[in-house]
């Protein structure tokens, strides 16, 4: 037996034996942890047992339609004490913000992900660097668990799976995804659904930011990038997490192999996304700079001004592409 599967099995032993599970999302929560979460919440609750969802930042109105959202409360906002707290999804400790709070009362923390960057911080940490979302790792985990599959649980899988591959796009995607996804459809998920809730239900803001951070789009060989300031998020009137998925602007050029987008909210810090075509890890540009990831999309966040931040990451990247 492999320490992988070794820690497979005590993940669903734990959460076999578990009475009261807290889970937690990660800060600015995406698809597939609320999806990964919201599914194994699901599951737990038809194994007879208590779960509740803590979230450190609110879940953006696009993803609101993932069954079970309108149950997670906010942090510092759970009652009683919980025997295990899971995180899906989730790369280091640092990334569930004000949760802390609602962590104290719970038990050991059992850590299922799919970051290679991911850091240990759990009593026990199961992590699968290749799976193409964390949405595929808790699909094991649900049927090892023993629980049917049903339509509210193949949601949540099925957004983990979708907005983490960018749509079946990404590197990381294989035969096994689309199977998954496949058994996801024949419990009645729809995606042509799915799609507009999450893609094409965009504000005006949301399109007028991206055609201000636009102006500031620079190519320079392999490598592009953008800029979001807070003017353009002022005079936009669009809300921080609608930058989600404008690094996906710079990375849709041709011959591009780095893109990176720094986002800079008015706080003292530069939220960094970087994305990478098919070489460069740039894992390891966001771990140096105090962030994680994956091979081909990871991000930090760096105190610094825009100008710094500029030159902080630019520079790694361009050594990275030599
Ligand atoms: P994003 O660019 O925000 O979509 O994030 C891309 C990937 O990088 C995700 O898998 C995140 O988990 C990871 N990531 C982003 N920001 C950070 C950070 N500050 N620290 C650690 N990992 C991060
Ligand atoms: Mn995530
Ligand atoms: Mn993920």
């Known amino acids: 037996m492999t320490s992988r599967s070794r820690d497979r099995r005590r993940i669903v032993e734990r959460l076999g034996a578990a009475s009261r599970v807290l889970l937690v999302l990660h800060v600015r929560p995406d698809g597939d942890s609320i999806g990964s979460t919201l599914a194994m919440a699901r599951a737990l609750r038809v194994l007879g047992k208590a779960a509740e969802v803590v979230a450190p930042d609110p879940i953006p109105p696009n993803l609101a339609f993932v069954p079970g959202a309108d149950r997670v409360v906010g942090a510092g906002a759970t009652r009683g004490s919980f025997d295990t707290a899971l995180f899906l999804d989730c790369a280091s400790l640092d990334r569930i913000g004000g949760a802390t709070a609602d962590l104290e009362r719970a038990g050991p923390i059992l850590n299922v992900d799919h970051h290679s960057s991911n850091q240990r911080y759990g009593a026990v940490n199961y992590i699968e660097p290749h799976a193409a979302a964390c949405g595929e790792v808790t699909y094991d985990l649900i049927r090892a668990l023993g629980v049917a599959l049903d ?172």
């Not at 930011?209 to 002022?234: I, R």
């Not at 990478?276 to 700079?289: G, Q, T």
């Open 151 to 322: 339509p509210e649980i193949a949601m949540g899988l099925y957004v983990a799976i979708v907005t983490d591959t960018g749509s079946f796009r990404y590197q990381s995607v294989t035969a096994r995804t689309h199977r998954i996804a496949a058994q996801l459809l024949g419990l009645g998920v729809r995606p042509a659904e799915v799609g507009r809730q999450v893609w094409d239900s965009r504000t005006l803001a949301s399109v007028r930011l991206e055609a201000a951070a636009l102006t500031t789009l620079v190519q320079e060989g392999e490598l592009a990038w953008m800029d979001v300031t807070p003017p353009m998020l002022a005079e936009s009137g669009a809300a921080a997490y609608e930058t989600e998925g404008l690094v996906n602007l710079p990375r849709s050029l041709e011959g591009v192999e780095v893109a990176v987008l720094f986002s800079d909210e008015g706080r003292g810090e530069v939220r960094v996304s970087l994305r990478s075509a098919r070489r460069v890890d740039v894992s390891a540009i966001a771990v140096r700079l105090g962030g994680g990831g994956h091979a081909r999309a990871a991000g930090c966040t760096l105190r610094m001004s825009l100008a710094q931040a500029h030159d902080a990451v630019l520079t790694a990247a361009r050594a990275a592409l030599r």
